[in-house]
């Protein structure tokens, strides 16, 4: 069975940074696209950072210039890297994969969300 595992999010100061890292686990053949999506209170969900199936990267335009992802392919892992917090990144944030795992193919998963509170 396949599982996104997130790390704590935690609480951070205005400015301040904060890293969260995803692994993916269980049998899977190939993984197509790996990101980071949030939402925040009252908002839909949106996408905040994300390799595509070229290993380009997305990044949502308001983290751009302060947020980082990168990955592991071996580890299966990818990471976001959060700079010059704002009040309004506090987000619950979602780890997503679409990926190829055995017997079922192609899939959505999303990981289980972790808070992100940033105080002002």
């Known amino acids: 069975q396949v599982q996104l595992v997130e790390s704590e999010g935690g609480l951070v100061q205005a400015g301040g940074s904060l890293s969260l890292s995803c692994a993916a686990s269980?049998?899977?053949?190939?993984?197509?696209?790996m990101g980071w999506y949030r939402q925040a209170p009252g908002k839909q969900r949106e996408l905040v950072a994300a390799f595509t199936s070229i290993g380009s990267t997305n990044y949502a335009d308001s983290v751009k210039g302060r947020f980082t992802i990168s990955r592991d392919n071996a580890k299966k892992t990818v990471y976001l890297q959060m700079d010059s917090l704002k009040s309004e990144d506090t987000a619950v944030y979602y780890c997503?994969?679409?990926?190829w795992g055995t017997g079922v193919g192609w899939r959505d998963y999303w990981g289980q969300g972790t808070q992100v509170t940033v105080s002002s």
């Open positions: 997503y994969a679409h990926l």
């Open positions: 269980g049998s899977i053949i190939s993984i197509n696209g």
